[in-house]
Nanobody, 121 residues
Framework: QVQLVESGGGFVQPGGSLRLSCAAS????????MGWYRQAPGKQRKLVAR???????NYADSVKGRFTISRDNAKNTVYLQMNSLKPEDTAVYYC???????????????WGQGTQVTVSS
């Protein structure tokens, strides 16, 4: 069993900042990449940012220069620092991990339960 536990969402005014965290736990053999996706009401879930085990990152164009993804491999934790937040950043943010479990030895995607981020004045 693998669990992804997110924290750090909430309500913030435009221009404010939030930091999301996601910790992966369970029978994990190896994590290849972790990332954040978001889904606004009535829209599809989309990639926000992703980071590989070697530290390579990629970002959605809409968040470049404002969001920073980082990772603590020793803690199996990924962070998303979100600055200069805009109302259009409002969404449920989901943590994702691309990993292999020690039990099945199979590589799969795992998801967190989601955390709400609301940006409004």
């Amino acid at each position: 069993q693998v669990q992804l536990v997110e924290s750090g969402g909430g309500f913030v005014q435009p221009g404010g900042s939030l930091r999301l965290s996601c910790a992966a736990s369970g029978s994990i053999l190896s994590i290849y990449a972790m990332g954040w996706y978001r889904q606004a009401p009535g829209k599809q879930r989309k990639l926000v940012a992703r980071i590989t085990s070697s530290g390579t990152t990629n970002y959605a164009d809409s968040v470049k220069g404002r969001f920073t993804i980082s990772r603590d491999n020793a803690k199996n934790t990924v962070y998303l620092q979100m600055n200069s937040l805009k109302p259009e950043d409002t969404a449920v943010y989901y943590c994702n991990a691309d990993l292999t479990t020690a039990t099945t030895r199979r590589r799969n995607d795992y998801w967190g339960q989601g955390t709400q981020v609301t940006v409004s004045s």
